[in-house]
């Protein structure tokens, strides 16, 4: 295992488009080691999400989660998200609820600014043995998976900002928003 050099905003790769990953590959040990290397080096560096564009791999793969744990369906706020590697996925909204919320990026770091997404959604992707999943996510996983699944199209979380009001160094978040903050 090893911890990955991370992608700063300014590289190109994290505005191209990621390629989805053949289904005989995934299991190949180059994936299987990429995979590795992605969730060791997003707990390294605190993140909770790390997409392979992010660690200079342009293809349709992300880490999320906080801790191992068994993925269960729907994901929610209720207990903090499994570890999950997601695959060629396809995101589609639940409902038309959409919220705002605090989001940061390994690859802009030392910056929260919020962004609004749909609080629920369905995930369809493989998982890291190739197997087709289907998952439902509200609330932060669910917001989680769309800013991960961003990555692979090359869209980063500025872009999913209404008004740039909010941005902020993590300094003065925690000074002067972290009391509105109900995620963290
Ligand atoms: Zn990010």
Redesign the pocket.
Known sequence: MAILKVARLGHPVLRAKALPVAKGDITSPRIQRLIDDMFETMVEYA?I???AP?VHEGLRVFVAGVRKAEVTTPMDDESDMPFITIVNPEIVPVGASISQGW??????PDIRGQVPRPDSIRLRALDRTGRRIELMAHGLPARVVQ??N??LDGV??FDRMTSLDTLTYMDEFRRYWAKDDDET
């Open positions: 993140g999400g790390l997409a992010q989001e940061g990026c390994l690859s802009i800013h991960e961003d990555h980063l979380f």
